[in-house]
T-cell receptor, first 114, second 115 residues
């Protein structure tokens, strides 16, 4: 069974640009969550999607957005990039069996903003 | 809002020393609790989990954790660490509320084991 796949793995952008990150969940998993990981801040929750609907959102500005497609694949977009957006962006999928919250993570997309 | 506190941000131990990493959460309802580990250069993976039942749970690689409801704690332990345990450890809580899911993570603890 393939794991969670995130693309691209690494990218470099400049301030003011926008970026789109992609996540393919484990087959059969319908919930996709996104997290921002930075040193000293740990994992900050961005949002969670289920069946193409955003069900939960963290405390990030509107520049951060996402969506989920009918095949459960998800994308997140960050517009008007700032230096502070440099981070590892993690995607995690879950099958919600029993609503336990167990997450399966991808390797992440490391974004550097110059 | 739920929150998770990890008390030790950076721990350095010698091989064979015992380990205990503290984790406290704030949420008054039913929770599921997790410890995740991130080895250098690898993705986050589940170490152990508590859903219900026996509050002492055992995970992979000899790790265990004890859920103490009255203290809102879920501390991670290992009797004897190895160099290969060098990693970053994250405590996480999923506060169950219908079908909605939001797993909140602690800030993480970097464990360095010295041979």
């Amino acid at each position: 069974k393939a794991g969670v796949t995130q693309t691209p793995r690494y990218l470099i952008k400049t301030r003011g640009q926008q970026v789109t990150l992609s996540c393919s969940p484990i087959s059969g998993h319908r919930s996709v969550s996104w997290y921002q990981q930075t040193p000293g801040q740990g994992l900050q929750f961005l949002f969670e999607y289920f069946s193409e609907t955003q069900r939960n959102k963290g405390n990030f500005p509107g520049r951060f957005s996402g969506r989920q497609f009918s095949n459960s694949r998800s994308e997140m977009n960050v517009s008007t990039l700032e230096l502070g957006d440099s981070a590892l962006y993690l995607c995690a999928s879950s099958n919600l069996a029993g609503n336990t919250g167990e997450l399966f993570f991808g390797e992440g997309s490391r974004l550097t903003v110059l | 809002a739920q929150s998770v506190s990890q008390h030790n941000h950076h721990v350095i131990l010698s091989e064979a020393a015992s380990l205990e990493l503290g984790c406290n959460y704030s949420y008054g309802g039913t929770v599921n609790l997790f410890w995740y580990v991130q080895y250098p250069g690898q993705h986050l993976q589940l170490l152990l989990k508590y859903f219900s039942g026996d509050p002492l749970v055992k995970g992979i690689k000899g790790f265990e954790a004890e859920f103490i409801k009255s203290k809102f704690s879920f501390n991670l332990r290992k009797p004897s660490v190895q160099w290969s345990d060098t990693a970053e450890y994250f405590c996480a809580v999923n506060a169950r509320s219908g079908g909605y899911q939001k797993v909140t993570f602690g800030i993480g603890t970097k464990l360095q084991v010295i041979p």
